[in-house]
């Protein structure tokens, strides 16, 4: 029995062109928002003629007409952030657009910056939908990887009776839903990320703070939404964007980020199925911040440091079960068999599952990383790769982990 159910946390753009069958583009909107889909409208000028806007904002999905007055770009936006496109209808016109990539409004722009699945459910006259320009249209986008679900036989507007009527909307819905059919391999886990560096104030205006940038934890969390987790994301202070589908809390000192860590994963830890630790936690604190901006003198200063909480070794000694899987990260000068070791002392002492080592140098602000997975097991060097690559290596071996755990459990 088909379901709905794989539409759950997706990322779609529901495409709304010009015929008088858009009449039905709010139900197929209810059907997908009610699945769990996030559903972009992206409606075209003619669209509008036929169905308003304020009925898909009502609904509940954000609507987007206009490919110029934006900040940035939008169509581009809007394209990297869906992962799969349903225009129903599709009109002939738009489906001659879309076959000779023209990119005059916002829909057409959207679909040609796009690699996303695109589906259609073509709606028009069955003399317009047999005329051969249509037919090798759509021939040209079928060999293209484009699905088409319907049209179907009926009768239409005019009252003919043809090929032409627009598929129903549950069947749109379920075809759509079939695209994305098969479980991912993180669906269902709760996966919790700290990312970026603390900053721990030494006056109001002053901090000790390091050069993390977060973009590991960040490649981390983005990854893990894709693989169907429920993610979140605790940050210190970085200048980047959240991760679609990704719950981000933000703080700014490591004993803000043990609150929140506390707050997530509870006192037995059962918050979280994966604790992915890449926040570079500041190992000392100012230990009084003073009240006021410290005035310069000509004596020089002594701050004295208090040590901060290791969070990563407190959650590996309060943990009693296999979960959560925990991962740590380790940043070393040493290279070689002594980063190696020290990485493994890490595994042992802080009582994880695996721990990512670098060299300070492969990775700090960079846009890439070159680590070792060091387990109980194994040592697996990664060579040079982008950090969202890291970031699926890391998540392969999580995923791997908790699906061998099902099999102990249940052999
Ligand atoms: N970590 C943590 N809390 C801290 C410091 C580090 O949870 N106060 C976590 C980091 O998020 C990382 C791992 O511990 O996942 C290793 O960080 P690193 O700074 O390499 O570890 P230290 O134990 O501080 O290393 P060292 O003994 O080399 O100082």
Redesign the pocket.
């Known amino acids: 029995m088909p379901t709905l159910h794989s539409l759950q946390g997706r990322r779609i753009l529901l495409g709304i062109t010009g015929s008088i069958a858009a009449y039905k583009s709010p139900q197929i909107l209810r059907l997908l928002i009610k699945a769990g889909a996030h559903v972009e409208v992206v409606m075209t000028e003619s669209a509008e003629r036929f169905v308003g806007v304020e009925t898909f904002r009502g609904l509940g999905a954000n609507v987007h007409k206009e490919l110029w007055g934006h900040t940035g770009e939008l169509h581009i936006e809007i394209a990297r952030r869906m992962e799969a496109a349903l225009i129903a209808p599709a009109t002939a016109n738009t489906i001659a657009k879309i076959t000779e990539g023209r990119s005059d409004d916002l829909l057409s722009a959207t679909l040609l910056s796009s690699q996303a699945p695109v589906l259609l459910a073509p709606a028009m006259h069955p003399a317009m939908f047999a005329a051969p320009a249509t037919q090798a249209n759509l021939a040209t986008l079928r060999k293209r990887g484009v699905r088409l679900i319907g049209p179907v036989e009926g009768e239409v507007a005019s009252g003919d009776i043809g090929l032409g009527r627009m598929e129903e909307p549950e069947n749109i819905a379920l075809a759509l839903a079939a695209e994305f059919e098969g479980p991912r391999r993180l669906s269902g886990r709760r996966v919790v990320i700290?990312a970026g560096p603390t900053i721990e104030p030494i006056d109001p205006v002053r901090s000790l703070t390091n050069t993390s940038s977060g973009k590991m934890g960040y490649a981390l969390a983005e990854e893990a939404a894709n693989l169907g987790a429920d993610v979140i994301l605790i940050s210190g202070p970085v200048a980047l964007p959240t991760p679609p589908l990704v719950r981000r809390i933000d703080v700014k000192t490591?004993l803000e980020m043990k609150a929140a860590l506390h707050e997530t994963l509870g006192d037995d830890l059962s918050g979280a199925d994966v604790l992915i630790?890449?926040?570079?936690?500041?190992?000392y604190r100012p230990e009084r911040a003073s009240p006021d901006k410290l005035k310069r003198t000509d004596n020089g200063l002594t701050l004295r440091l208090a040590p901060?909480?290791?969070?990563?070794?407190e959650v590996g000694a309060r943990r009693r079960t296999l979960r959560p899987v925990l991962v740590?990260?380790?940043?070393?000068t040493e290279t070689g068999d002594a980063l190696i070791h020290?990485a493994r002392r890490?595994l042992i002492e802080?009582r994880v599952d695996l721990v990512v080592a670098n060299h300070a140098t492969d990775s700090l602000g960079l846009d890439t990383n070159q680590v070792l997975l060091v387990s109980a097991q194994d040592c697996r060097p990664l060579g040079v790769r982008t950090k969202p690559a890291v970031a699926t290596a890391i998540l392969d071996w999580v995923a791997r982990r908790l699906e061998t755990e099902i099999k102990e459990w249940t052999a």
């Open positions: 700290t490591a630790m890449a926040a570079a936690v500041s190992d901060n909480p290791d969070l990563l070794r740590g990260f380790a940043l070393e020290h890490k802080k």
